[in-house]
């Protein structure tokens, strides 16, 4: 028998030690960063929905709804 595919139902509850543990300072940094970017991606995908709809690009338009709604549910995420 071949190894099992890796699965969460197969995780084993509770953190190895021996991984790399990362600083409270450095992941709020990273979390900050990570805000940032999904700030300027938001920007962007307003401003380009805003000219999809002066275009009446309907296609477009739907794409660009969806990734505000994609970006804003990951900003949701990142802990204060």
Do not use: C, M, W
């Not at 197969?10 to 960063?33: E, I, L, M, W, Y």
């Not at 309907?58 to 505000?68: K, V």
Request: proline share 5%; net charge positive.
């Amino acid at each position: 028998e071949g190894q099992k595919p890796y699965s969460s139902k197969n995780a084993k509850v509770g953190t190895d030690p021996t991984f790399p543990k990362v600083q409270v300072s450095d992941q709020k940094a990273r979390d900050k960063d990570r805000r940032l970017i999904l700030s300027q991606e938001l920007e962007s995908e307003e401003r380009a929905l805003k000219q999809a709809q002066q275009e009446k690009a309907q296609e477009r338009i739907a794409q660009h709804q969806r990734n505000i709604e994609n970006i804003q549910k990951e900003l949701e995420k990142i802990p204060e």
